[in-house]
């Protein structure tokens, strides 16, 4: 634990102006990323007497070996910023938001030439329009179902639009009316997305217009006595009246609406999120909020809302405008409240009020939000999966078990895979405050010492320790920080568009976890030895009797089997092991996939792909000749040549 007074700045040193700052570890690692109106008076509060500060703030300044800040113009700059590194770095004393589930969105690629709509989860990607969230993805397929009658749009897949473009006929959605199909031009490219578009709108909410068209259509055709075309009409119209049923009216007047509600204790909160957009409601949207940092309801809501609209960019597109609405209600306002509205009217481009409901519908609607986020917190609390206390009691179990100085906040584990000793892999999972982060996995392929594959696990173990300890002490040599100690990082103003080099395992473990028993143990602790790791704590976790095996001990560590502990360290291993699995089975997959272009001189992975891309398959570029493959970008003559032999060999 550093002492605060080693890196803290001069007084005079610190700007009064408005800015952004950032702790970070002994290990150059940003930790801790916040905003003020007043840097100096900010970052003095820091800085004061440890036993005054609230308990989280106590533990991130002394995790802390230097800060850094960045001046901004205006305080709506700072809060941008802000959040563009929160993204960036995930400081583990930022405030967490984890989704409560995977939502659902419908997404119209407007990016593409001929836009498609779908089912999309995750992150939101740059040129696609997002509807939703809904609860369910057979929700969204319904509603689709329903809207193709009157906005026959492109909803397959990239392969089967282009098959049916090659073959010439359009696919089942094609016969049966339920698209256009431009694959086959049918429909014009432009008269596709002018379809689109009007789709988008319907789904913007702007119902009423496409209902007044279609009735009107649907009476001209029954005047001139085209009673087919008026029921089909008649249908189209009733599966749009279907489609709008099917999220009631909540709120009059056509209004554009984010409801937010939040419940919650000192450790923890769940927050959730109706969005209303003409008068009904879209989409329900949900997170468990672990308060890691001393944050009140206020600030607490200020960082949900840039979480929620953070990712919007800065235009005044229709996008924005459906991703931020006019109103945005929370149950308390936040402290910075004309700069959280100014950054969020930049956003959408037109007036956004942040406001809490008093009376009317939006409060009781408010109150309704607020009754599903009780609920979703009561949930949250029953499966304890995300549980603070639960979490760190295991890391309390573990650092007791093995003796260590502190708790094992970064745990490695490491698991080998192979079949009878061919295509062997090794995984590496990352677990930080017991809690899995994907982003840093990796996984390695075994070469041995003869570059054929290691001769048992063993040695494979000790390769891959070896290369990943290895790695670390270069990038630390790379950032100048070998053998740093506290008083070593420096504290001072950063430009906050400076360049970071992302070093990929810059950071040390504070525990290494191996799948295994003495032996593997052994090979592990013979790797770090060898490289001169000491600071680094080491076990193994054998699968027989989940025994902890340390370095030199002839006994293992026995946990009692209700031990939150051993769970942690059997999570880590079970999850190593899956991600070995998978790791094993691609390369085992791509390694009995073999093409006779394989052996082709000069002709790499990027490059057949463009061969086969442009002649269609194997048998098409069977039959070309060495100019033809000579056209193709990227090759020359005597690549073509060593082609057509291949193929003809």
């Given at each position: ?166 073959s010439g006929r359009p696919c089942l959605l094609g016969y049966i009316d339920k698209c256009s199909a431009p694959c086959v031009g049918r429909i014009s490219v432009d008269d596709h997305r002018a379809l689109v578009l009007d789709f988008c709108d319907f789904m913007a909410g702007d119902t009423a217009k496409f209902e007044r068209r279609l009735t009107k259509r649907m009476q001209e055709a029954a005047a001139e006595m085209e009673y087919e075309q008026a029921a089909r009409l008649r249908d ?414």
């Amino acid at each position: 634990m550093a002492d605060p007074a080693t890196y803290r700045p001069k007084p005079g040193e610190i700007p009064t102006s408005p800015g952004v700052y950032r702790f970070r570890d002994e290990h150059g690692r940003v930790i801790y990323v916040g905003k003020a109106k007043n840097l100096r008076q900010r970052l003095s509060n820091y800085f004061q007497d440890v036993a005054n500060l609230h308990e989280r703030t106590r533990r991130m300044v002394t995790t802390a070996a230097s800060v850094e800040w960045t001046v901004v113009g205006t305080e709506v700059e700072a809060l941008a910023l802000e959040f563009t590194w929160i993204q960036q770095y995930d400081p583990r004393f930022n405030v967490k938001y984890r989704d409560d589930k995977s939502y659902p969105y419908l997404a119209v690629t407007l990016g593409e030439e001929v836009p498609r709509a779908q089912v999309m989860r995750g992150a939101k990607r740059k040129g696609t329009r997002y509807f939703g969230p809904y609860g369910h993805a057979w929700a969204i397929r319904e509603t689709l179902d329903l809207l193709l009658r009157v906005f026959p749009i492109r909803t397959c897949s990239a392969g089967v639009y282009k098959r049916a473009g090659q073959s010439g006929r359009p696919c089942l959605l094609g016969y049966i009316d339920k698209c256009s199909a431009p694959c086959v031009g049918r429909i014009s490219v432009d008269d596709h997305r002018a379809l689109v578009l009007d789709f988008c709108d319907f789904m913007a909410g702007d119902t009423a217009k496409f209902e007044r068209r279609l009735t009107k259509r649907m009476q001209e055709a029954a005047a001139e006595m085209e009673y087919e075309q008026a029921a089909r009409l008649r249908d189209d119209i009733e599966a749009l009246r279907r489609a709008t049923e099917k999220n009631a009216v909540v709120l009059g007047d056509a209004t554009d609406a984010d409801v937010f509600a939040l419940v919650g204790d000192e450790l923890e909160a769940a927050v959730q999120v109706f969005h209303v957009r003409g008068g009904r409601i879209r989409g329900q949207r949900g997170w468990v909020v672990e308060k890691v940092e001393d944050i009140t309801d206020g600030e607490l809501v200020e960082h949900l809302l840039q979480q929620v609209y953070g990712s919007v960019e800065e235009t005044t597109g229709p996008e924005s405008r459906d991703a931020v609405p006019r109103e945005v209600l929370v149950p308390v306002l936040p402290p910075d409240l004309d700069q959280v509205g100014a950054w969020l009217t930049g956003l959408r481009g037109a007036r956004v009020d942040v406001r809490v409901p008093q009376r009317g519908d939006k409060k009781e609607l408010a109150e309704t939000v607020r009754k599903n986020a009780e609920h979703a917190l009561m949930l949250h609390r029953t499966r304890r999966a995300g549980d603070l206390t639960t979490r760190s009691q295991a890391l309390r179990e573990i650092q007791e078990a093995l003796d260590l100085e502190s708790a094992p906040l970064r745990i490695e584990c490491y698991d080998i895979s192979h079949t009878q000793g061919t295509y062997q892999s090794a995984s590496m999972v990352v677990f930080e405050d017991g809690l899995a982060r994907k982003s840093e996995y990796r996984s390695f392929s075994i070469r041995g010492s003869d570059g054929a594959g290691a001769r048992d696990d063993t040695e494979a173990m000790h390769e891959v320790i070896t290369r990943r300890f290895r790695r670390y002490l270069s990038d630390r040599l790379k950032a100048n920080d070998v053998e740093m100690s506290a008083g070593d990082l420096p504290s001072g103003e950063v430009d906050a568009d400076a360049p970071e080099e992302k070093a990929r395992f810059a950071y040390p473990p504070s525990l290494v976890v191996v799948d295994g028993g003495p032996p593997q143990v052994a090979a592990a602790k013979r790797a770090m030895d060898e490289l001169g790791i000491t600071d680094v704590a080491l076990c193994g976790l054998a699968k027989r009797l989940e025994e902890v095996w340390v370095p030199g001990e002839d006994y293992p560590v026995i946990l009692q089997r209700s031990s939150e502990g051993l769970y942690l360290l059997q999570r880590v291993r079970d999850e190593a092991h899956r991600f070995a699995i998978t790791q094993h089975r691609r390369r085992r997959s791509k390694g009995m996939t073999a093409s006779v272009l394989d052996d082709v001189p000069g002709l790499g992975p990027a490059r057949k792909k463009v061969l086969l891309t442009h002649f269609g398959s194997l048998k098409r570029l069977k039959t070309a000749s060495v100019e033809e493959i000579a056209s193709v970008r990227g090759m020359g003559d005597k690549t073509a040549e060593a082609v057509v032999a291949a193929l003809k060999a």
